[in-house]
């Protein structure tokens, strides 16, 4: 059997290389591909895509997708004014992922979201969000520096899907100021020290499973090992 093919979203802003600078760019940190690969799978990065037609096209042609960490979404999107914190968001990443996640979701494809794919998620099933985290815990530690991540002590229930692919407690590399609030649909399955939420699954068979951390950044691949398993499982 060939290896699963992994959808990854990327962001699209302006971006500096070589000569050029503040280039309009679709652009991932290479830790997603490689854990990807590393897991046993292909990845291919998904550009922002200009309508919910070609979202829908390009996700029938893989086996499973990642939603991708990056800016906030438009509070507007669960009926919400912006927190004074929240300044920027990007609506046509919003919608892009949108579609495709709901492109996924007609189709059974395991996702994977990580830290603002945990939030999509949410919001797609009807959610909310905390719109700045340290309005609630008192402080900013989650959010990290501006190039380095924070560490939040997560503690998973077990008799989940996520607790036979990570430790049951453990410091998790982290980098957000905005998590779940509410999540119809899915099963809360492991929170922090703080209680915010740290991972949520849907019930039944199908892999949908999210963390706000950045499991792209460990040395333990077992939530995308994870996926590989359930997108194998998919093509057989």
Do not use: N
Not at 110 to 120: A, D, N, S, T, W
Not at 147 to 155: F, Q
């Amino acid at each position: 059997m060939s290896a699963p093919v992994i959808g990854i979203t990327t962001y699209r802003q302006p971006a500096d290389w070589g000569t050029w600078r503040a280039v309009p760019a679709d652009l991932l940190p290479s830790d997603y591909a490689r854990s990807v690969e590393r897991s046993g799978g292909v990845p291919v990065l998904l550009p922002v895509f200009a309508s919910q037609d070609a979202a829908t096209a390009a996700v029938a042609r893989l086996d499973g997708l990642v939603l991708a960490g990056g800016a906030d979404l438009d509070p507007a999107l669960y009926g919400a004014e912006p927190d004074p914190h929240v300044t920027t968001w990007y609506d046509d990443r919003d919608a892009s992922e949108l579609w495709a996640l709901h492109a996924a979701d007609t189709r059974d494809l395991p996702v994977l979201g990580i830290c603002r794919g945990m939030q999509l998620m949410a919001v797609a099933s009807g959610g909310s969000l905390i719109q700045h985290v340290p309005d609630v815990v008192g402080h900013d530690g989650h959010a990290g520096g501006p190039s380095e991540y924070g560490a939040a002590a997560v503690a998973v229930e077990p008799g989940h899907r996520i607790s036979g692919l990570v430790d049951g407690a453990f410091l998790a590399p982290c980098h957000h100021h905005q998590s779940v609030r509410t999540h119809p649909g899915f099963v809360a399955t492991a929170h922090d020290a703080d209680g915010i939420l740290q991972a949520m699954e849907a019930p039944g068979d199908r892999f949908a499973l999210a963390v706000q951390w950045h499991p792209e950044t460990a040395a333990d691949l077992g939530l995308f090992q994870g996926l590989i398993v359930a997108a194998r499982k998919r093509m057989e």
